[in-house]
RNA sequence: GGCCCUAUAGUCAAGCGGUUCAAGACGCCGCCCUCUCAAGGCGGAAGCAGGAGUUCGAUUCUCCUUAGGGUCACCA
């Protein structure tokens, strides 16, 4: 008993090196759980594995799971769930890590950051899973079996193996004898581990937010525990690893309801406390379908690429199957800890709006102090003018209450950059009383005007407009709309005349100015 | 196809048998503001999938139908 304690002691702080004595120390902790922990505390897990993006599903899982335990006092920790060789990509785990910092949901526990359950990547504990599975062995809850894929292959194409379709494999194995079982050992025949599920009968959980959920346990396959290769399934690392940490609450998506019973199934042939479990609704296309690839920008990496701002992208994901009690929908991370609750995580699907994160994206850009906003800007602004403009700042001030993703800036702006005519019905305007007449005709004692003035700011060209329609006897709108117009060459601009000549400075406004003026002439002379 | 799950406007959703019963938000439309567009303000259109049953009374409870989705891998 006081070895046992030393070595939980040596454990809890972390010294406990990854060995091979891993897996007597695991079976330790499995088997004396009372000794071992703090029953009350809510450990929640975020267990990707390392594909090489991060889906926004992935993203809201990790975020419940985050404010579960937040919300509780609780712990939050990661684990890479990397049993799959196949699938191994380079920098996705650190795609994973960065991810969670960006959008500010940090853990107590995981590879990176270490803590008392490690190693927290699943192939760093790969001695740990066939001592468990061959426990399950001898008590009677798994088994050898030594069919190969052609068979299973043959199996699956064989349509009239109604035993097949029934429950998956057709469990050849299951009832092999002693003696079959030593000679196909002995012939060095690779062989899984499956489990051994009950015949009849049926299993049943309780979800937190789907309620009661049944299955008969004719519809259960004798799933793979442990492959050929000695590396667990994910069906099966994931119930020995949520054990092993004490992962209280399993949340996860609603995909893996079904399959939910076969691993209570797992905790109960190992005697094991089950977790609860919470299974979140998926998020879904426009389709209606499972939200993937093809539906766009998916990944949240996707995302910020196109300019959405992490805390928005958050917010949204929050409130995208789980209401709050009070009616509002602006929550920082910190007020989502405060406000979350499982009760109010909603069953049907959602659909992914990317109108409604915009608009989110909107909301968070136009809160931003004008600080903020500028140097969030300033990548986009160098890359239309090859360096930050001297006007920035203006220019940050006009954007802020425009742009609803920043990656729109840059098509916005870049009239700034390169003086184009305008189309020249673009002069004829009915509300501002403007016509290409009234423009050939305005816009020389505009030239005139602008260039006159010593001073070059908003007040100067204000009143320089002004009392020049005053003088000229017009409406403001026939001498606004065709400077603005002619100098920025689109119909549509961030800001008014004023700002757009302030913007481009004096000479390059009286210049553009000239240069429309003289090609109106031309095309107004033929006619 | 078997099994499991879901079902309030185009979308996210409140509602958890009857004081207000169909909130609120995005989007859409209109008006105001206005040197364009935004932002902001005001207003509008738009929904309980269908059918039985329980009940004095169903959006709300039960069943069926329909429609969607998920899952049936040596992937996670």
């Known amino acids: 008993?006081?070895?046992?304690?030393?070595?939980?002691?040596?454990?809890?702080?972390?010294?406990?090196?990854?060995?091979?004595?891993?897996?007597?120390?695991?079976?330790?902790?499995?088997?004396?759980?009372?000794?071992?922990?703090?029953?009350?505390?809510?450990?929640?897990?975020?267990?990707?594995?390392?594909?090489?993006?991060?889906?926004?599903?992935?993203?809201?899982?990790?975020?419940?799971?985050?404010?579960?335990?937040?919300?509780?006092?609780?712990?939050?920790?990661?684990?890479?769930?990397?049993?799959?060789?196949?699938?191994?990509?380079?920098?996705?785990?650190?795609?994973?890590?960065?991810?969670?910092?960006?959008?500010?949901?940090?853990?107590?526990?995981?590879?990176?950051?270490?803590?008392?359950?490690?190693?927290?990547?699943?192939?760093?504990?790969?001695?740990?899973?066939?001592?468990?599975?061959?426990?399950?062995?001898?008590?009677?809850?798994?088994?050898?079996?030594?069919?190969?894929?052609?068979?299973?292959?043959?199996?699956?194409?064989?349509?009239?193996?109604?035993?097949?379709?029934?429950?998956?494999?057709?469990?050849?194995?299951?009832?092999?004898?002693?003696?079959?079982?030593?000679e196909l050992l002995a012939s060095g025949k690779p062989y899984v581990i499956r489990q051994k599920m009950p015949l009849e009968g049926t299993t049943s959980f309780e979800d937190a937010v789907f309620g009661r959920i049944t299955v008969d346990n004719s519809e259960l396959e004798d799933q793979i525990l442990l492959k050929t290769d000695g590396f667990p399934t994910y069906n099966f690392a994931n119930v020995v690893d949520d054990h092993a940490m004490r992962i209280t609450h399993v949340v996860r998506g609603s995909e893996y309801l079904s399959s939910t019973p076969k691993y209570n199934l797992l905790y109960d042939a190992f005697g094991w406390e089950k977790p609860e479990y919470v299974h979140l609704p998926l998020i879904i296309g426009e389709d209606g379908r499972k939200l993937s690839k093809r539906h766009g920008a998916v990944s949240f990496s996707n995302l910020v690429e196109q300019g959405y701002l992490p805390e928005a992208?958050?917010?949204?994901?929050?409130?995208?199957?789980?209401?709050?009690?009070?009616?509002?929908?602006?929550?920082?991370?910190?007020?989502?800890?405060?406000?979350?609750?499982?009760?109010?995580?909603?069953?049907?699907?959602?659909?992914?709006?990317?109108?409604?994160?915009?608009?989110?994206?909107?909301?968070?850009?136009?809160?931003?102090?004008?600080?903020?906003?500028?140097?969030?800007?300033?990548?986009?602004?160098?890359q239309v003018f090859g360096t930050i403009p001297p006007a920035a700042t203006l220019l940050a001030e006009l954007l802020q209450p425009r742009v609803t993703r920043l990656s729109d800036i840059p098509d916005m702006i870049r009239f700034l950059a390169v003086h184009q005519q305008a189309d020249v019905s673009l002069y004829t305007n009915k509300k501002s009383k403007s016509t290409l007449d009234s423009t050939i005709k305005v816009l020389p004692a505009v030239i005139e005007k602008l260039s006159g003035l010593s001073q070059w700011d908003r007040e100067s060209i204000h009143d320089a407009l002004i009392s020049l329609a005053q003088e000229l006897e017009m409406k403001n709108g026939q001498v606004m709309w065709p400077a603005r117009i002619a100098v920025s060459g689109q119909s549509v601009t961030p800001g008014g005349a004023i700002e757009i000549l302030l913007l481009l400075g004096k000479d390059e406004s009286v210049s553009r100015l000239n240069k429309v003026y003289a090609f109106l002439s031309d095309q107004k002379e033929p006619s």
Request: hydrophobic letters at 35%; glycine letters at 6%; aromatic letters at 12%.
């Open 313 to 382: 992208i958050i917010n949204y994901l929050a409130l995208l199957g789980w209401c709050p009690k009070e009616n509002r929908e602006l929550y920082s991370l910190e007020e989502l800890c405060e406000a979350f609750s499982v009760d109010r995580i909603s069953k049907s699907p959602s659909v992914f709006d990317y109108q409604k994160l915009e608009w989110f994206n909107g909301e968070y850009i136009r809160k931003m102090a004008a600080s903020e906003f500028l140097s969030h800007c300033e990548p986009w602004l160098a």
């Open 1 to 182: 008993m006081t070895a046992f304690c030393e070595q939980v002691v040596k454990k809890v702080k972390g010294s406990f090196p990854a060995s091979r004595s891993l897996y007597v120390c695991a079976n330790t902790i499995c088997e004396n759980k009372e000794v071992y922990m703090h029953p009350k505390s809510v450990r929640t897990r975020f267990a990707p594995s390392p594909t090489g993006y991060m889906h926004v599903g992935n993203l809201r899982t990790a975020l419940y799971e985050y404010l579960i335990a937040r919300s509780s006092d609780g712990e939050f920790i990661v684990r890479i769930e990397d049993t799959d060789q196949q699938r191994q990509t380079e920098g996705a785990e650190e795609l994973i890590f960065t991810t969670l910092e960006k959008v500010g949901l940090a853990h107590d526990e995981g590879p990176d950051v270490g803590g008392p359950y490690g190693p927290y990547v699943q192939s760093q504990r790969l001695d740990l899973y066939p001592g468990f599975a061959h426990k399950l062995i001898d008590s009677g809850h798994a088994y050898r079996c030594f069919c190969d894929k052609n068979r299973l292959e043959s199996l699956r194409h064989d349509a009239a193996s109604e035993e097949y379709a029934a429950s998956g494999y057709d469990r050849k194995c299951r009832n092999l004898s002693c003696h079959a079982v030593d």
